[in-house]
């Protein structure tokens, strides 16, 4: 059964340099901004538009599991969505409406929680890296 998990982030970094990394660049800057927790990435399926299956190999970090798949179920380049919304609200800020679509084979009531703990985290670490990348 597929469950969702909503939450909303806003951050330091315009619309289009976010959406950039998210929906063009994310196989490059992965394995750049989190080394210890992914160590590649590769597309394995599609052409980085709707229907892409990224692999996604972890890094050191990562103890109970060794990869991990993610498919791009949903794209709108005009409305910036890649199952997370982005708005712009302000040079350099955006908001993100992030909604993550997740099967598990076991059940635990943490999952909601940590998906969403992990969702924000990874954001923080992303508007980390593009500001320093911007910086430079």
């Given amino acids: ?31 750049k901004m989190i080394p210890n927790l992914v160590k590649d990435a590769e597309v394995i399926e599609g052409d980085g538009g ?14 109970t ?7 791009i179920s949903e794209l709108d380049d005009s409305l910036h969505r890649i199952a997370l ?3 712009a609200i302000g040079e350099g800020e955006t908001l ?10 076991i059940e635990d009531d943490t999952m ?3 998906t969403k703990s992990s969702t924000l985290a990874y ?14």
Avoid at 24 to 31: M, R, T
Avoid at 65 to 71: A, H, I, L, R
Avoid at 123 to 136: F, K, M, P, Q, R
Wanted: include cysteine; hydrophobic fraction near 40%.
């Fill in 1 to 31: 059964m597929v469950k969702e998990v909503k939450t909303q982030a806003k951050i330091g970094v315009g619309v289009d340099i976010l959406w950039k990394a998210l929906a063009k660049n994310l196989k490059f800057i992965i394995p």
């Fill in 50 to 63: 709707l229907g892409t299956v990224y692999l996604f190999n972890f890094g050191p970090d990562i103890k």
């Fill in 65 to 71: 599991m060794t990869y991990q798949k993610e498919k």
């Fill in 85 to 87: 919304q982005l708005t």
């Fill in 96 to 105: 993100i409406d992030v909604t993550v679509a997740y099967e598990s084979e």
């Fill in 112 to 114: 909601p929680s940590k």
């Fill in 123 to 136: 954001i923080s670490s992303l508007e980390n890296y593009l500001a320093n990348a911007s910086s430079c």
